[in-house]
């Protein structure tokens, strides 16, 4: 059998910018990218903190260490700058997989910098 676990999240990064004009997608500093692990074109599910909008959406790379948490096209009807999201990968797992089950969470401050990289939900 295979479970949909957590892969990797990105906890309580700062909304930089919601650019409705562009095709869709969110931008996130290759930085927490690389850390994390999440790909450029990965689904990803974002969990808006401030307003309990969770939506789906595509990771599209920004500038490294430019610390951008921007969400694109229609996505950004769905946040205000300023707002705190967390941003969830998913990946399926088989049951011998689970015993090594080791999703990456980062941590971030205020101001988008890498704080700390867990290996634990």
């Given at each position: 059998?295979?479970?949909?676990?957590?892969?990797?999240?990105?906890?309580?990064?700062t909304v930089?910018?919601?650019?409705?004009?562009?095709?869709?997608?969110?931008?996130?500093?290759?930085?927490?990218?690389?850390?994390?692990?999440?790909?450029?074109?990965?689904?990803?599910?974002?969990?808006?903190?401030?307003?309990g909008e969770?939506?789906?959406?595509?990771?599209?790379?920004?500038?490294?260490?430019?610390?951008e948490i921007?969400?694109?096209?229609?996505?950004?009807?769905?946040?205000?700058?300023?707002?705190?999201?967390?941003?969830?990968?998913?990946?399926?797992?088989?049951?011998?997989?689970?015993?090594?089950?080791?999703?990456?969470?980062?941590?971030?401050?205020?101001?988008?910098?890498?704080?700390?990289?867990?290996?634990?939900?």
């Open positions: 059998m295979q479970r949909e676990m957590m892969a990797a999240k990105i906890h309580r990064a930089t910018d919601a650019n409705l004009n562009y095709i869709g997608s969110i931008t996130i500093d290759e930085n927490l990218l690389e850390a994390s692990g999440i790909l450029v074109g990965q689904k990803v599910e974002i969990l808006n903190i401030n307003n969770r939506f789906d959406t595509y990771v599209i790379k920004g500038e490294r260490h430019g610390r921007c969400l694109n096209g229609a996505a950004a009807r769905k946040v205000q700058v300023g707002d705190k999201v967390i941003i969830v990968a998913y990946g399926l797992y088989g049951n011998d997989e689970l015993e090594r089950y080791r999703p990456t969470v980062v941590m971030v401050d205020e101001n988008n910098n890498l704080t700390q990289v867990l290996h634990e939900i």
